[in-house]
């Protein structure tokens, strides 16, 4: 995400990846509650940050009391998981609150900016915790293979992303890794984002059906699996993008450590536990229907269950917190239990 000379942000449509690397322009905060929505951007960092300049974007218009009210409530609308918007949104708003009218646009720009900077450099410092949490993995001769289910890569963030950020790390060190990258249906966030994400990085990698990490699993051939997450609990449960939850379980099984990458703004000390926290239900048709491109070069969406037949779709899924051997947060490596996260800052 980078803003341009003329005061809007630009990001990539992610609908449209790994087929086409479209620009998209948000200049109003319809065109980024519109984005959030349809998820042109997505990933719990992104969706924080261009709700805090869809904040900004609105003030310039109108920026008494009740259009501060106004906007938030229509950003915070767009997707109910991931706290990252609301807490971005919270925090743009308790910037500008105090301030008269006329100066609150510039105020709930500056902010956006200095949280987005604050991402990057939490990102950075999830990865260097991970990475040093990892090198004893390293067994020398072969790559270190990590499993990461969904996209928390630079795509769902600002840069490195959360899971991905040791990832990326590694590749600039020189260390040599290897990502099993579960496809993550219905909307392929890791065939589609993560896959072209690590591509572009000159990442290995290796996309796999989702049901197949078990068996890679049990066969010895994931060292650690990584994911992120788009709230933690106060008792350590993560919600993160459905299919995490039996990635973990089967990690359990076999003995390979459940790492979750956690910024400090996806952390929400007022929700007990992972059963409080509201689970996305999107369209039927994500899970009905998919998108391709064909061998001529068309991007074609076909049906792939019987017309008669009823979907659904939830989003997201809850991992109990005794199932995840490390939260990695910017302030460093603890337990998921309610103590380590009472103790963060
Ligand atoms: O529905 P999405 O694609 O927004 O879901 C994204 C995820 O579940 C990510 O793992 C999470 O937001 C962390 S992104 C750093």
Redesign the pocket.
């Known amino acids: 995400m980078w803003l341009d000379a003329a005061g809007r942000v630009t990001t990539l449509d992610?609908t449209v990846l790994p087929f086409e690397k479209r620009t998209l322009t948000l200049a109003s905060i319809d065109d980024c509650v519109r984005a959030i929505a349809t998820?042109q951007v997505?990933?719990?960092?992104?969706?924080g940050a261009v709700a805090a300049y869809g904040l900004a974007l609105s003030l310039r218009r109108a920026a008494a009391d009740e259009d501060i009210v106004k906007a938030c409530s229509t950003l915070a609308a767009t997707?109910p998981?991931?706290v990252?918007l609301r807490w971005a949104l919270e925090r743009v708003r308790r910037r500008v609150e105090p301030l008269a009218p006329s100066f609150r646009a510039a105020a709930a720009w500056d902010e956006a900016a200095r949280l987005c900077d604050e991402d990057v450099a939490a990102?950075r410092a999830i990865g260097e915790h991970a990475l040093a949490l990892w090198r004893p993995m390293i067994v020398p001769g072969r790559p270190l293979r990590i499993l990461t289910?969904?996209?928390?890569?630079r795509l769902?963030?600002i840069a490195y992303?959360?899971?991905?950020a040791p990832i990326h790390l590694a590749r600039e060190r020189g260390i040599d890794v290897h990502v099993w990258v579960d496809e993550?249906r219905p909307?392929n966030?890791g065939a589609a984002?993560t896959a072209w994400e690590l591509a572009e990085a000159g990442i290995a990698h290796t996309v796999i059906a989702d049901n197949a990490g078990g068996l890679l699993m049990q066969r010895g051939e994931v060292d650690v699996v990584i994911?992120?997450?788009?709230r933690v609990a106060a008792n350590g449960d993560v919600v993160?993008?459905v299919g995490?939850y039996l990635k973990a379980l089967a990690a359990g099984d076999n003995g390979v450590p459940f790492h979750v990458?956690c910024?400090l703004s996806?952390l929400d000390r007022t929700t007990p536990d992972g059963a409080s926290v509201p689970i996305?239900e999107?369209a039927a048709r994500e899970v009905s229907h998919i998108t391709g491109r064909t061998e001529a070069g068309a991007i074609v969406e076909v049906r792939l269950v019987p017309e008669a037949s009823a979907a659904a779709n939830p989003?997201?899924d809850v991992t109990p917190a005794r199932l995840v051997s490390a939260l990695i947060t910017e302030a460093g490596v603890c337990a998921a239990d309610a103590a380590a996260i009472a103790a963060l800052p």
């Open positions: 992610q998820m997505r990933g719990a960092p992104l969706i997707r998981t991931a990252n990102n289910h969904c996209n928390a890569g769902a963030a992303g959360t899971a991905l993550t909307r966030q984002l994911v992120g997450c788009d993160n993008k995490t990458a910024p996806t996305e999107r989003a997201f």
